[in-house]
Every structure is written in structure tokens, then in C-alpha cells.
């Protein structure tokens, strides 16, 4: 089974937009496909393939964090000084703890002389499993507020996308991965077949580009790049040119297009009608197909 990743190095390169499009796309051929939302910080794919069902939404629990129980407390404050995220503060005499700020490390329980503190589980996030209104098999997440894990948050949801495609037989996982290249970037490259980086014609743009180009080709992944809104500078020969030299394919150019803000304020695709980004992405499409999937 192919696995494919749509990333960017810098947040708003259109990397969901593209990835509801190469969805729609893949599903108009009949390609059997999951989806999934990796982007579990800011996930928004199913505003534009829209869930028609929800099979199960779900609390995944793998986080730690402290809790005191003040009836045990002896008021030592040896906790205060043994946490190093500053998490634990004194107040009206008794220390208190900060969740968002607790890494669950467990430090304060070990120094505690009279067990007053616990370290829980607690929720990490939600998984949510649906079917798109196109009709193919959709998984997303979302980061609970001040959570930290959202590397092993995008490891649950790929997880649950193989277990789909394997129940339903289906030829390719599409994920769209998370902007940057932090933990959760990592999680989405690590084991997939090709990556595909977004990209527009700024510096900015180009910096983030290469810097998830080398997490790519750290772990060994073949990849691609699009030039998105490619008509709004003159740095796109350039960044064409540089990303090249760096290794990777060029999968074509999306020109800016008012097309775009219109099908993403009405929650759909940009391929859906007709457009000159539409006919854009389409091409790129068929490069994909040709060097991504080899179909
Ligand atoms: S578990 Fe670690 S981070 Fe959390 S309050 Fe205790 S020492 Fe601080
Ligand atoms: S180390 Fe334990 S007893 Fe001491 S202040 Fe902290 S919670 Fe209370």
C-alpha cells in the first residue's frame, strides 16, 4: 500500500487545500483511498471534505500530568523546587499545579514526603474515524489545549488509517501532514512513500521548504514540489531551481486564483468546478500519478 504526505515547511503554503483536491481527485478515478488530517494542532481537511458520517470520536489518553491532594500535604514546597518547567507555584500557602504547564515527568511525586501527589493519564486528544460526503473513509485528530503530544497524536491517527485500508483493501493512504517541521511533521514523513512540499515563491516559503526537505530525505523519502500561487513573484524560478538541486521533482505550478478563497468559503475541493487552479492542480495531479503513485 502507497502511503503519500503533503507538507510545507511554513504554515499557510496550501497544503489542505491541495490534499482536498489530490482526494477528490484520486476518488473521481476510483482509486480506493483513506484519508487522514495529520495536522492535529490545527486540523481543518474536513471542512472541505466534509464528514457525512461519524463512526466513533474518541478520547485518546497517553498523557501524564500531576495532581495534588492538599488534605496530604504537608506544606514542604519540595515539589516547587524540584520541577523544572516551573509548573508548580505557591499560592495561599500551598503549592499548586499548572496542567498546562505539567510535563508529567513525575519529579514532584518522587520528592514528595507524603504522597500527596499522583501522576494520571490524562487526555491527549480526540480521535475522530467518518466517511467523507465523497464517500471514502476519513481520520482526524485534535490536540487537546496546552497538549504536548501531538507527535504520538499523528502516530494514532496513521495507525487508524492503515487499520482501515487494510480492512477495506485500499491502494493509498493520503495524509496531510502538519506545517513546519516539528514532532508532528516527523511522525507524518517516518515510514511513508513520498512526500509532497508545498511551496510558494518567497524566501520564507523556500526556507521552510528545504528544512522539511532534509527531515524527508533524513529518513529516506522521495519527494516532490509544487509551487503554490507561483504567479505572485519572480522568486519562483529560483525556488524551482533551488529546490531541484536539493533533490527533489518538480510537480508543477497553482497560479493565484480567487477560485481558491471561493471553493474554501464554500467548504469544498477547488477541482470540484471548473477554475484555472482547478485545471492547475489537475496537472499536477497527473504528475503525481505518474512519479508518486506510478499509475
Ligand atoms: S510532573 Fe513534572 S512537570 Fe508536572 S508538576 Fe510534577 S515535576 Fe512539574
Ligand atoms: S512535596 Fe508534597 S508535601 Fe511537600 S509541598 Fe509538595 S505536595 Fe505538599
Redesign the pocket.
Known amino acids: 500500500m502507497i502511503e503519500v504526505a503533503i507538507v510545507s515547511g511554513k504554515g499557510g503554503s496550501g497544503k489542505t487545500t491541495l490534499a482536498s483536491s489530490l482526494a477528490f481527485l484520486l476518488n473521481e478515478e476510483k482509486i480506493k483511498i483513506v484519508v487522514a488530517d495529520a495536522d492535529v494542532d490545527t486540523p481543518s481537511l474536513h471542512f472541505l471534505l466534509q464528514l457525512k458520517e461519524v463512526i466513533s470520536n474518541l478520547n485518546v489518553n497517553f498523557s501524564?500530568?500531576?495532581s495534588l491532594e492538599e488534605s496530604l500535604c504537608s506544606k514542604c514546597m519540595k515539589?516547587v523546587y524540584?520541577?523544572?518547567?516551573s509548573?508548580?507555584t505557591i499560592t495561599g500557602n500551598f503549592p499548586k499545579?499548572d496542567k498546562y504547564?505539567?510535563?508529567?515527568?513525575?519529579?514532584?511525586?518522587i520528592v514528595c514526603p507524603s504522597s500527596a501527589?499522583k501522576?494520571e493519564e490524562t487526555t491527549t486528544g480526540k480521535l475522530t474515524v467518518g466517511v467523507s460526503k465523497y464517500g471514502f473513509p476519513f481520520v482526524t485528530a485534535q490536540l487537546e489545549l496546552g497538549e504536548h503530544n501531538s507527535g504520538a497524536l499523528v502516530d494514532t491517527v496513521r495507525s487508524k488509517a492503515r487499520e482501515i485500508a487494510a480492512k477495506n483493501g485500499a491502494d493509498l493512504i493520503l495524509i496531510d501532514g502538519a506545517p513546519g517541521i516539528g514532532c508532528p511533521v516527523t511522525s507524518t514523513l517516518v515510514g511513508v512513500s513520498y512526500a509532497i512540499i508545498v511551496t510558494e515563491p518567497t524566501p520564507a516559503s523556500e526556507d521552510g521548504a528545504k528544512r522539511v526537505l532534509e527531515v524527508a530525505k533524513h529518513f529516506g523519502i522521495k519527494s516532490g514540489f509544487v509551487v503554490n500561487k507561483a504567479n505572485i513573484s519572480n522568486y519562483r524560478e529560483h525556488i524551482v531551481s533551488a529546490l531541484e538541486e536539493q533533490g527533489s521533482e518538480y510537480l508543477g505550478d497553482i497560479p493565484l486564483d480567487f477560485s481558491v478563497v471561493r471553493a474554501l468559503s464554500e467548504g469544498r475541493p477547488v477541482v470540484e468546478y471548473d477554475s484555472v487552479a482547478s485545471r492547475a492542480m489537475r496537472k499536477v495531479f497527473f504528475r503525481i500519478k505518474e512519479v508518486a503513485l506510478k499509475l
Open positions: 501524564r500530568k500531576a515539589c524540584a520541577c523544572q518547567f509548573a508548580i499545579i504547564l505539567c510535563e508529567g515527568c513525575g519529579a514532584c511525586k501527589i501522576i
